[in-house]
């Protein structure tokens, strides 16, 4: 037998299982680095050249600052018209449908004459179901309609080991002037 070899059987039955675990994970190292985090460091360095290019851009100096009036006029244009808002209503009941809530009433109030825009649009909505389904359809429905905000949300259960909670959520709708 030669030397060497004599040598690294010496050594391996010595280090024993242990060694050659350590043995493998040190072969496996410089595969991992060039799969996971070799990638991710390139992705972050880019990313990292992109933000300081872009705040080395030159502003635009022909654009003047707006006015106070063009400025709400901007944040009122954000809002839907008045008139696509049984469309959005029509989108809650959509997301409930989705998570297996039955809406069988809501009370939707919109308040008469001239106001403050953007225009709220009260909308209180009585529903039974799980907690999670709960959850789960207040959670969609703001995804879904980007002008919506929930207001309150007051949950009872009729027998501690009841399954189904009944909820109480009101919402607000809010719409431009048009």
Do not use: C
Request: positive net charge.
């Amino acid at each position: 037998m030669s030397p060497l070899r004599a040598t690294l059987e010496y050594h391996a039955r010595r280090a024993g299982i242990a060694g050659a675990v350590g043995l493998f994970i040190l072969t496996l190292l410089p595969g991992f680095y060039w799969m996971t985090i070799k990638p991710v460091h390139d992705e972050a360095t880019r990313l990292a050249s992109r933000i300081e290019a872009a705040g080395k851009r030159p502003q635009d100096a022909e654009a003047a600052p707006l006015s106070r009036n063009e400025r709400i006029r901007a944040f009122v244009e954000f809002f839907p018209e008045r008139k696509h808002v049984p469309h959005w209503i029509q989108q809650i009941h959509t997301v409930a449908d989705k998570e297996g809530i039955v809406l069988e009433r809501g009370d939707y109030r919109r308040p008469t004459g001239d106001g403050p825009l953007p225009v709220p649009v009260k909308i209180t909505l009585p529903v039974k179901g799980s907690y999670a389904q709960i959850r789960r359809f207040i959670t969609a429905t703001l995804a879904e309609v980007p002008t919506l905000a929930l207001d309150e949300i007051s949950f009872q259960r009729q027998n501690a080991r009841d399954p189904k909670i009944e909820a109480q959520i009101r919402f607000t709708l809010y719409a431009g002037d048009k």
